[in-house]
């Protein structure tokens, strides 16, 4: 059974980002795991301070997010709320992070997720660049650029290449995952 990781809101707001954590999770790389609430927080932030038109698409985003993976969103979590020690920001999180099942929660808040909190629930909590390269070590790196590759051939906007995905989008996100990658794939060519 494929790795189960819940998704924090803040690494769900770079679009790039987003896009490529569900397409591994829709390769079956792992599985993806995520509350109504930390959905709605994704909305509010990204619909901020854009026109009706941009709002549309984010709740056609998230409609999506819902139909593709069906079994991601968790619920009968906010009876733990309280018994949760970390940053009370973010206890509904490691609240349904355990009701879940998750192995990892991706958050680039780590400060709000402290190994004390964590510790009781042998839940971890991991930088979206550490958890990506953790899935790249897993699996076969062939397989993870041909996932990746059908992901940049479909894209219709520029940089519409793998190569320049990496270099243009996610190395500003996650740095060591995209080096990592580019290496392999210059290493590959012949």
Avoid: C
Wanted: net charge negative.
């Amino acid at each position: 059974m494929p790795f189960v990781a819940l998704l924090d809101a803040n690494v769900l707001y770079p679009p790039y980002l987003r896009d490529l954590l569900l397409r591994l999770a829709q390769a079956g790389v792992y599985q993806p795991r995520w509350s109504a609430e930390i959905l709605d927080e994704v909305a509010r932030n990204v619909k901020e301070g854009r026109d009706d038109a941009a709002r549309e698409k984010v709740d056609r985003m998230i409609s999506l997010m819902k139909r593709h993976f069906e079994d991601a969103e968790i619920t009968g979590y906010h009876a733990l709320v309280p018994a949760m020690t970390n940053d009370p920001k973010d206890r509904h999180v490691l609240a349904a992070a355990l009701t879940g099942g998750a192995d990892v929660i991706v958050t680039y808040n780590l400060r709000h997720f402290p190994p004390r909190s964590l510790g009781p629930y042998n839940i971890d909590a991991q930088g979206p660049d550490e958890f990506l390269r953790h899935q790249w070590e897993q699996a076969d790196p062939d397989r993870m650029v041909a996932i990746l590759r059908r992901w940049t051939d479909r894209l219709q906007r520029h940089p519409d290449t793998l190569e320049g995905v990496l270099e243009e989008r996610l190395a500003a996100t996650v740095p060591d995952f995209s080096r990592t990658v580019l290496q392999h794939i210059r290493h590959s060519q012949p």
